[in-house]
């Protein structure tokens, strides 16, 4: 039977008085639940081992740059590449293939990739079209590869009417094809929870989830339409892409009633209205549902940078600085526990919180543009933004630790 695994954050079990309630980090397992489940490890931090980091290509390809990029990456196991979002304002992607992987804090050790395509629009001059009374920016949440087929996910930054209504483009990985696109789609009934980050499901859990991949999106403005705390849902697409939308089950959000934490504006180490969730990846071999992102760890403030005494951010808004690298892990029995209708997707909570270290950070924004994930070797890849020359991104490399690392005490 599975292992009860407790949480990191504190010995045992974290309780954390909210305004929605007591929070309960570390959901008591039920073997009656989930008998007939993959017997699979949960994942800790010690099962995630940095082993080194490359850099992306200096220059401009296509017309377009990844300074101020590295988005929503992508794993293409055809060609060992990943496909990246450049220009946070131009919203292109390119394909760049994996070099050598160096272990070095020296920058200039790291060997750096190269084009194997140029920038281009994935989704082809259609991005506005999946909120076209918004007049805000709309951008790359997420990218995902599959048997020659680039699936592309777009939100709105700023959607304060929740207008938005679709998010997903399905189109050949030939960034060149200009025939060879559908959407775009809406992806289950509210497109806020479904428009940014995506993952594979491995093969085990497909059928207790009910699809074979997973997608989401958290914590954008406006709050409200969005999720306090990791959303996720998990569907199925279709190759010829013939509907409007496309099924899906929500496993997983929360609201202002039932935050996930003690509550958004306050200091803890769990999540607040600093926190993002910048991707997701669910390992082989696994039970674990990991999301990735920065978290403020301070007391929280709303108002300029300086009057809130965040050093890293410089804008108005909301801060608790100082910033930390984060994991959300989620136990996959409690997800399918959703689906199967015994729990509420809003009191799921993690197993596990881990936060870690980056090195070549420039501005201590801890900032993420997203992860992606080779299953074959067990291998993530990790987007560190303005951490080369301050514009352009650093590609981290994590290895699946084999065998599982000893339990949190």
Avoid at 106 to 127: H, I, K, W, Y
Avoid at 207 to 231: D, E, K, M, W, Y
Avoid at 244 to 273: C, E, H, Q, T, W
Avoid at 319 to 336: E, G, K, R, S, T
Wanted: charged share 20%; with cysteine; net charge negative.
């Amino acid at each position: 039977m599975r292992r009860v695994l407790v949480d990191a954050v504190s010995a045992c079990r974290l309780l954390l008085a909210g305004s929605a309630g007591a929070f309960i980090l570390g959901a008591a397992f039920n073997p009656a639940i989930s008998a007939e489940l993959p017997d699979q490890r949960l994942l800790h931090k010690d099962d995630l081992l940095h082993v080194g980091a490359f850099r992306v290509p200096e220059g401009g390809s296509g017309g377009d740059t990844f300074e101020y990029g590295g988005y929503s990456p992508a794993f293409n196991r055809a060609s060992n590449s990943l496909f990246v979002v450049g220009h946070r304002q131009h919203q292109k992607t390119a394909e760049i293939a994996i070099p050598e992987i160096v272990a070095s804090d020296n920058l200039s050790d790291l060997a750096v990739a190269e084009f194997l395509q140029p920038f281009a629009d994935a989704t082809q001059g259609r991005r506005r079209q999946i909120n076209p009374g918004n007049k805000q920016a709309q951008v790359i949440g997420g990218q995902f590869v599959e048997d020659g087929t680039l699936l592309v996910n777009v939100y709105s930054t700023y959607d304060a009417r929740g207008s938005q209504q679709s998010s997903l483009f399905i189109r050949s990985t030939d960034l060149q094809a200009t025939d060879s696109i559908s959407g775009p789609l809406r992806v289950g009934p509210d497109a806020h929870l479904t428009s940014a980050y995506i993952a594979q499901i491995p093969a085990a859990w497909q059928p207790h989830f009910g699809g074979s991949l997973l997608t989401g999106n958290c914590c954008r403005s406006i709050v409200s339409f969005q999720s306090h705390g990791p959303a996720v849902s998990a569907f199925d697409w279709d190759r010829e892409a013939k509907r409007n939308s496309i099924a899906a089950i929500n496993l997983l959000r929360y609201d202002s009633n039932r935050p996930l934490g003690p509550g958004m504006k306050s200091r803890n180490p769990v999540f607040n209205m600093t926190s993002e969730v910048e991707g997701v990846v669910f390992p082989e071999g696994s039970g674990s549902v990991l999301f990735f992102g920065p978290h403020g760890t301070g007391e929280y403030c709303y108002g300029e940078a300086e009057e809130c005494g965040d050093k890293a951010m410089i804008y108005k808004g909301n801060h608790a600085y100082p910033y930390v690298y984060q994991v959300w892990a989620y136990d996959a029995a409690d997800l399918v526990s959703v689906r199967r209708k015994r729990k509420n997707p809003r009191s799921v909570t993690p197993y596990d919180i881990w936060t870690f270290n980056l090195p070549f950070e420039a501005d201590n924004a801890h900032t993420i543009g997203g992860v992606a994930y080779d299953s074959e070797t067990d291998r993530l890849y990790l987007s560190q933004l303005r951490s080369d020359g301050n514009t352009r991104p650093v590609i981290h490399v994590f290895q699946i630790r084999e065998e599982a690392s000893p339990s949190p005490q």
